[in-house]
């Protein structure tokens, strides 16, 4: 997979995200809802609740805040689940690829390895100089990380 795919997908998302969160800015998008509660003959008291889509708060600035987080943290979170199996997907391309290449010997549960594992086969199968190794566990660090070191 190439940066520029990554890329891509981040930009779609953050397109996304900007087109959903336009709409909770939108005037009278947020609902208002008077509740009156009564306790008993002498006492009852009247609150306002705000919704949007399924979120709801007691204030609009609170539904639009809770909407834009949720929005934004489920787009980029599902953005970065599905770079990062691809990512995966590639790596296993790569050592399909390397174990084909002369003095590779199987090691002991090859089958099901992560990631990381599998960079780490790549690596040290003598016929290949795949300098591009490093990029790619930098990518993954800083993926799953947020941590370049």
């Known amino acids: 997979m190439l940066t ?3 890329q891509t997908l981040a930009e779609h998302a953050e397109s996304f ?11 009278n998008a947020i609902e208002m809802e008077e509740v009156h509660i009564k306790y008993d003959d002498d006492y009852s008291v009247s609150h306002e ?16 805040h809770d909407y834009a987080a949720l ?6 979170r599902s953005t970065l689940i599905t ?19 002369p003095g590779y010997t199987k090691p002991k549960e090859d089958d099901d390895l992560n990631a ?10 003598p016929a290949y100089d795949i300098t ?12 799953t990380h947020h941590d370049p070191s």
Not at 132 to 143: A, P, S, T, V, Y
């Open 4 to 6: 520029g795919e990554m």
């Open 17 to 27: 995200i900007t087109q959903a969160i336009s709409g909770v800015n939108m005037p």
């Open 49 to 64: 609740y705000y919704s949007y889509r399924g979120v709801s708060g007691d204030s609009e600035h609170d539904v639009k």
């Open 71 to 76: 929005i934004s943290q489920t787009l980029r």
């Open 83 to 101: 770079i990062y199996s691809l990512f995966e997907h590639h790596i296993k391309k790569c050592k399909k690829l390397a174990t084909q290449a």
């Open 116 to 125: 990381l594992k599998q960079i780490q086969i790549i690596n040290n199968i």
């Open 132 to 143: 591009k190794i490093d990029d790619l566990r930098l990518i993954r660090k800083l993926m």
